[in-house]
Every structure is written in C-alpha cells, then in structure tokens.
C-alpha cells in the first residue's frame, strides 16, 4: 500500500487508509451521490464532531445544490459505546419534507445510527438515506443499512480524518490504527 505523504504519528502503528485512498473514494461517492439526487435539493446532516472533514470534503464533490446542518450524539466515551445515545445538538432547520443524507464518520455497533434514523424518520422527510465514511460490519449489533459506505474496515479502533481518541488525532490527514497504550 502507498504510505501516507506525512510521517505517521509516533502513536499509530500504520496507516490503515492513506490521503491519496481518501481522495479518490470521496471522489467516487460525490459523483455517485450527485446522480442519485440529481434535480433534487440535498440536505446534508453532519454528526459531530466525526463526520467535520468527510463531510466537507464530500460537500466539494456535489455537483447538486445542497444545504448543511448539524447534529451531535454521545455514546462513547473513550474506545467503548456506552450504548445509551443523548442528542446533544439537534439540527437548526426543520427536516420535513427535505431530502436528507445523515454523513456520518463510522458505523460501528449500529446503535447510535439505529436511534438517529429513527428519531429523524419521525420529522417527515422527503426521503432519508446515510453516508457513511467507514464501516466496520464484524460489531454490528443493529441492523443499520447505509446507502454509501466510503470503506469497510477490519474491528480496529481508528483515528485520524475527523476520528478521535478522547479528542486527540482528529487533524491527521490519514486514517491509522493506535498502538495499544504503553504500560
Ligand atoms: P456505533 O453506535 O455504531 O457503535 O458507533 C458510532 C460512533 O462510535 C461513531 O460515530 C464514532 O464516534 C464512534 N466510533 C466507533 N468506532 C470507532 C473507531 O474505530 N474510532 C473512533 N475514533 N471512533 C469510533
């Protein structure tokens, strides 16, 4: 695989996906998106604080004329689900009637897309759909059906592209695995 074009972060152990692999599946989504919607408005609702760098990274690949809106969840705290999900944020404009595509960073058990896909299905959207950036189908424990997944991905905690741990490595420009913590 082609290395990252910076030096890997002294807490990653490798680089699961690189800028260049990132760009190019973005590249990919945009235009498939862009088909699917064509002649429509799109919606486009970001879960923070994840989805920030997907999400206008994909935005810059829509050929459609699309409005943004925010979310944020919680259920993790450090690397575990804690499988109870709480809006922190709710969206400022109404989802009735608008085409929707929730852009989140990662499905992971399902539970915290599972709860918003229900929650939002409640407002009446024209339609509602989930953009996934990675997906890593081996912890699902909800069913959740997302309509474009940029990659699946092996059961490993990742950071970096908008992923934290505990806040940290959300800059990195690639997606890399951590080192287990040192004793
Ligand atoms: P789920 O509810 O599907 O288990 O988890 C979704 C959320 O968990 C994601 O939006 C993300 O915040 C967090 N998450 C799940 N897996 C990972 C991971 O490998 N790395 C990071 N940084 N966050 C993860």
Redesign the pocket.
């Known amino acids: 695989m082609k290395q990252p074009t910076v030096a890997l972060h002294p807490n990653v152990s490798r680089a699961l996906l690189t800028e260049d692999q990132i760009r190019e599946r973005i590249r990919e989504l945009g235009a498939q998106i862009s088909r699917d919607y064509a002649g429509r408005n799109l919606t486009l609702v970001c879960?923070l604080?994840?989805?920030v760098i997907f999400m206008s990274d994909l935005m810059r690949e829509l050929t459609l004329p699309c409005t943004v809106d925010f979310m944020r969840?919680s259920?993790?705290a450090g690397?575990e689900?804690t499988?109870v999900?709480r809006v922190m944020l709710d969206l400022g404009e109404t989802a009735e009637g608008r085409d929707i595509l929730v852009v989140?960073?990662?499905?992971?058990?399902?539970?915290?897309?599972?709860?918003l896909m229900q929650n939002l299905k409640t407002r009446n959207p024209r339609s509602l759909e989930i953009c996934a950036f990675?997906d890593?189908p081996e912890?699902?424990?909800v069913q959740?059906r997302a309509k474009y997944v940029g990659f699946q991905?092996p059961n490993?905690?990742?950071?970096?592209y908008g992923?934290?741990?505990n806040e940290e490595?959300r800059n990195l420009p690639y997606v890399g695995i951590l080192k287990p913590p040192q004793a």
Not at 104 to 115: A, K, M, N, P, V
Not at 156 to 160: A, H, I, T
Request: charged residues 25%; contains cysteine; glycine residues 10%.
């Open positions: 879960i604080k994840g989805s969840l259920s993790y690397k689900s499988g999900v989140e960073d990662i499905i992971d058990t399902g539970l915290t897309l599972s709860y990675l890593k912890c699902r424990k959740v991905i490993e905690f990742v950071v970096g992923l934290d741990y490595y």
